[in-house]
């Protein structure tokens, strides 16, 4: 029996990757003046980055319970097994929320086989461990094979990244006030990354060209093989950044590949425009 794959809008991959992939889509949800829309499903990444430019403070929250339960009981029912690979607790409570409905629903089917998977990772560090759990139930890999994937792939993928300004993710309440502060003085870019699901600044650079070079200094401090990896890169309203940026990564590493996918709705309601993230496995 396949392994079902489970997934929420926090990856940044694509709708038309749940379809073509059956991958199991739970959306996180974005409010914009008072109207509630479905992450990757009823609203699209640019929206919120109009609405932030016009003043608009965009809201989050995690992913519907009731979605959670009708999902894992229709599974439960149809005695599939599956592995739900998640945003991370860290930065959302939608994880633990998934745990807790599952043990609702492991109650009245005890033989219910669904693991979830705290990845500690965001954006396409998670995206870039589904396409390959994906990949692997595809060509029907054991469930247990899955999961050593996914675990590996979560302890060891890098998030490296920069953003215009960290006043909103301040605001979310995603890194401190003081940091957000002291970026915006001066034309000082951060780079921040993941520590343990959380984000965290690791230097500040004066200039957006400078930071790029840096990022790809980390990359070869920190990256194992990276001519044998598929680099992701993630990006808020700025492909043409994004394409320079793999053109420099390509020149440098020579990759077996470079995903490039837009920063969805409801982290880009946190990063802003202009965000450039990159990950790869360390």
Do not use: W
Not at 70 to 90: H, L, P, Q
Not at 164 to 186: H, I, M, N, P, T
Not at 219 to 244: C, V
């Amino acid at each position: 029996m396949t392994v079902k794959i489970l997934a929420d809008s926090a990856c940044d991959l694509p709708l038309s990757f749940y379809e073509e992939n059956n991958v199991v889509l739970f959306p996180l949800k974005v409010q914009i003046n008072d109207q509630d829309y479905e992450d990757v499903k009823t609203i699209d990444p640019k929206t919120v980055y109009n609405a932030i430019k016009s003043g608009v403070v965009p809201k989050t929250s995690q992913v519907s319970p009731l979605l959670f339960e009708e999902v894992f009981t229709e599974m439960a029912e149809k005695d599939e097994d599956g592995i739900y690979i998640a945003f991370s607790s860290g930065l959302s409570g939608t994880y633990s929320t998934a745990v807790m409905i599952l043990d609702q629903v492991k109650e009245k089917y005890p033989n219910f086989q669904l693991t979830i998977v705290d990845t500690k990772c965001a954006s396409l560090g998670i995206g870039l461990i589904v396409l390959e759990a994906a990949k692997l139930a595809r060509n029907n890999a054991s469930k247990e094979e899955i999961l050593a994937d996914v675990r590996y792939r979560s302890e060891h993928m890098e998030h490296i990244f920069t953003v215009e300004d960290l006043g909103y993710l301040a605001k979310g309440g995603r890194v401190s006030k003081a940091s957000a502060f002291l970026g915006g003085l001066l034309n000082i870019k951060p780079i921040l990354n993941m520590e343990d699901g959380k984000l965290v600044p690791i230097e500040k650079i004066r200039g957006q060209k400078k930071v790029f070079r840096r990022i790809i200094e980390i990359m070869k401090e920190r990256g194992s093989n990276l001519n044998e990896q598929i680099i992701g890169i993630s990006h808020a309203d700025s492909e043409a950044t994004a394409l320079e940026v793999k053109e420099m990564i390509v020149n440098e590493f020579h990759p077996k590949e470079v995903y490039i996918s837009s920063i969805g709705s409801a982290i880009g309601s946190h990063t802003g425009s202009g965000t450039i993230s990159i990950f790869f496995l360390k």
